[in-house]
């Protein structure tokens, strides 16, 4: 039951963000345990085609620690996150998840040690901007800052350099 509601709410998240601009889908807060949120991630992709020969290094945080937002969209923006950290990384790479407990904050961080050209850079929160070829491409990192930001009221960015690239989620507590 809890996985097929999960799936519906991911199916109107999608539909929200593909007919449209995603302003119609409808979050739905709750008190939730940074441990589910970071489980469910871990758990989804075990098996995950963009983290095959890769490793998922999850560090240590405070386990006690809750925030009030919309779980499914807190896990989209960390998934898109985590898709893009995969798929920049090399077989046998290794990218890691941080949770930062910070004052009246919670900061997730993801890491992978590839760089981010300058001209990629600048548009990569652009929608319908890939890097990459295929069909379903460019939605991404747009949603990740479209619902990160202007739905959960976080904040999305990153910095990328020769010690990697990192995506940082705010969320208020």
């Known amino acids: 039951v ?14 929200a963000l593909s007919q449209g601009d995603g302003r ?22 075990a098996h995950h085609p963009a983290a095959k020969g890769i490793g998922l290094v999850v560090n240590d945080y405070d386990h ?5 937002s919309d779980p499914e969209l807190v896990m989209r923006v960390l998934g898109n996150m985590l898709v893009n950290a995969f798929e920049a990384t090399e077989p046998g790479g290794t990218v ?4 930062q407990d910070q004052t009246k904050r919670v900061t997730f961080l993801v890491w992978n040690r590839a760089t981010i050209p300058t001209a990629i850079a600048l548009r990569i929160f652009q929608r319908n901007f890939s890097s990459k070829q295929g069909l379903g491409r460019g939605l991404g990192t747009y949603s990740m800052k479209f619902f990160g930001e202007s739905v959960l009221g976080g904040r999305v960015t990153f910095s990328t350099g020769p010690e990697g690239t990192t995506f940082r989620f705010e969320l208020p507590l």
Do not use: G
Request: net charge positive; no cysteine; proline share 4%.
């Open 64 to 68: 006690a620690l809750k925030v009030r």
């Open 2 to 15: 809890e996985m097929s509601n999960r799936l519906a709410r991911e199916i109107a998240i999608q539909r």
């Open 96 to 99: 890691t998840l941080s949770v």
């Open 24 to 45: 119609d889908y409808q979050p739905q807060f709750r008190l939730v345990p940074i441990a589910t949120i970071v489980e469910s991630i871990v758990a989804s992709f």
